[in-house]
């Protein structure tokens, strides 16, 4: 099993970045695809970015693309998310998630990754 910790929310105004981070921890060992997902109050989770762990492609939602930035460091098993030029639809919990056997067409479905971090709050005010 695989334990995913976010870092790094905070309140940032709009038009402004801030960075989160995900380290997974536990058995890391394997090729494991990890994304970035989104709920704001009142809204279904919604996929953000993911990175897949075939070929490490990397994609994005089209209402954060350009402005979001994923990567990984595998020597430190930590995903981040480099978000620019936030708006205030960005005020959502983020979540990083996890999984080792899921297929690249499932990446931006929540109900298809099996570890989760607790998640970390980003709130743009306006």
């Known amino acids: 099993q695989v334990q995913l910790v976010e870092s790094g929310g905070g309140l940032v105004p709009a038009g402004g970045s801030l960075k989160i981070s995900c380290k997974a921890s536990g058995r890391t060992g394997y090729p494991y695809t990890m994304a970035w997902f989104r709920q704001a109050p009142g809204n279904e989770r919604e996929f953000v970015a993911g990175i897949f762990r075939g070929n490490s492609n990397t994609a994005y939602s089209n209402s954060v693309k350009g402005r979001f930035t994923m990567s990984k460091d595998n020597a430190k098993s930590t995903v981040y998310l480099q978000m620019d030029s936030l708006n205030p639809e960005g005020t959502a919990v983020y979540y990083c998630?996890?999984?080792?056997?899921?297929?690249?067409?499932?990446?931006?479905?929540?109900?298809?990754?099996?570890?989760w971090g607790q998640g970390t709050q980003v709130t743009v005010s306006s």
């Open positions: 998630a996890g999984d080792r056997r899921l297929i690249m067409s499932s990446l931006r479905h929540p109900d298809q990754y099996a570890d």
